[in-house]
Structure formats: C-alpha cells, structure tokens
C-alpha cells in the first residue's frame, strides 16, 4: 500500500484496493507518505554528513523504491554499511535483487514484534559493530505494533545493544488537530483489510519512544518541519498528520 501511495508499481490488486480504500477516507495519506519519504533522507542525511554515523539498522524497511538508506549514506561515504529488516519474503526478495554486491548492504526476513531474533541475526552482526554508533531507523512502522506487542520494549531492545551516541529516527502518525475523523477513517480501513492495524498515538506517546536519547533540533515534530531542505517552504504541518524526530543515545 506504501508503495501505491507513491506512485509505485512493486503492489498488488489487493493492495491498490485496499489504498483507495484509505485515500477515499484520508486524500492527504499519499502526500503524507511522499512527506515521509523525504523525511528519510534527510534525516539519513543528517545522521551520515553531520552525526558522522557510518552503520544504520532500518527496521520495517517495505518494498525498496528511489532514494533508499544506502544510496543515501554511501553518497557521503561509500563505506557505510546497511542492513534492511522486514517480516515480507517479497521485500527480501526484491531487496536481494537490487542491493549492491560489495558487501556494504543486507537484508534480514524477521519481525519486529520479535526484536531478540533480530539483535541476535548473524546476518546483523556480520555488518554492523555494536561497540561503535549506530543509527536505529524506524519509519512509518511502529504505529502497525499495537499496544499489546510493546513498541516501547521494542525501540528500548535496540538502544540498549548501542553505544552512546548511536541515534535513533522514527516517524509514527498521530490524531491530528485537525480533522480527526479523516485519521480515523483511514486507520480503520487498516484495522479491516491489512495484516497490521494502524494505532493513532499522542505526541506524548510517540516522545516516549525517544526515552534514553535526547532529541535533536528541531525536535518532535510534523514530518515536514524537520529540517527542510528550504527554509520556509513546508507545506502546511498540520495536514501531514505524521510526527518525526531523531535522537541521540545519551
């Protein structure tokens, strides 16, 4: 569904079904995502080019479209290293075919909901070194845990294999202050037709996420107001109904 909403054509009927679905209840789900998206690379931007982070873990990566996290890191420095998680063999699959050979990248078919499995892949260790900083990348994804999987005990099972230093980049969607009931309408079309529910969170909620890290600037915010490529030319952060924010292990 991700990937209908933009633009993509790694979907099926289902799927497209199921995303219109939500974009009858919601219209402003694809710009959201398409906002999302471009949060990615700036946020992996920033944590590559000014955090000096070379190992990034991302958690729930979907389908692989433009502008990945190695295409990203590797343009600052050809050595970084990537592993991809998802639960979706297809995604392993599609993974597979278009990441680099040079041994910078991998993919790992494992569920979040299951974090030791993950933190002890021999595939992770392999490619990333715990004992230097890591950023832990969370995008789009922890508001398909619900309560009763704890996401809290999730993120906090990974910051506690990082050193200090190591950063963590989520972004989770909210109520919004607007239009609510267009948030909910959209939420429930996943409760109904997906594998995973989508959960509304509060600000508060989504910031307890980031305990044990201290937020960089600008800190919890809409995806488009964290640090726009221009200045000034955020659409209107209110109607990307999505809160953003990257932290450091303190």
């Known amino acids: 569904m991700y990937d209908y909403y933009l633009g993509g054509k790694d979907n099926f ?13 919601a219209p402003e789900v694809r710009i959201l995502a398409k906002e999302n998206r471009a949060f990615l690379g700036r946020a992996v931007r920033f944590l590559a080019a000014e955090a000096g982070i070379r190992q990034f873990v991302d958690v729930g990566t979907g389908l692989p479209t433009q502008g990945n996290v190695h295409e990203i890191a590797q343009a600052v420095d050809p050595s970084a290293r990537v592993v991809y998680i998802d639960n979706d063999p297809i995604v392993r699959v599609h993974a597979k075919a278009l990441l680099p050979s040079d041994g910078t990248t991998a993919v790992i078919e494992a569920d979040m909901r299951d974090p030791e499995s993950i933190l002890k892949h021999p595939d992770l260790h392999r490619l990333i070194r715990f004992d230097e900083p ?18 809290y005990g999730i993120v906090a099972a990974f910051r506690d294999l990082t050193v200090p230093g190591s950063h963590l980049a989520l972004s989770h969607i909210t109520s919004p202050a607007q239009n609510t009931g267009a948030a909910e309408a959209a939420a429930d079309v996943y409760k109904n037709r997906a594998t995973s529910p989508a959960v509304l969170r509060s600000p508060k909620e989504i910031q307890a996420l980031f305990d044990g890290y201290d937020l ?15 200045p000034g030319t955020a659409r209107d952060a209110e109607s990307v109904w999505m809160l953003s924010g990257v932290g450091r292990k303190i």
């Open 13 to 25: 009927a289902v799927d497209r079904e199921a995303a219109e679905q939500v974009l009858s209840a």
């Open 134 to 151: 890591v950023a832990v990348l969370f995008m789009s994804v922890l508001h398909f845990i619900a309560d009763e999987y704890d996401p």
């Open 216 to 230: 960089v600037e600008p800190g919890l915010v809409y995806l488009p107001q964290w640090r726009p490529d221009t």
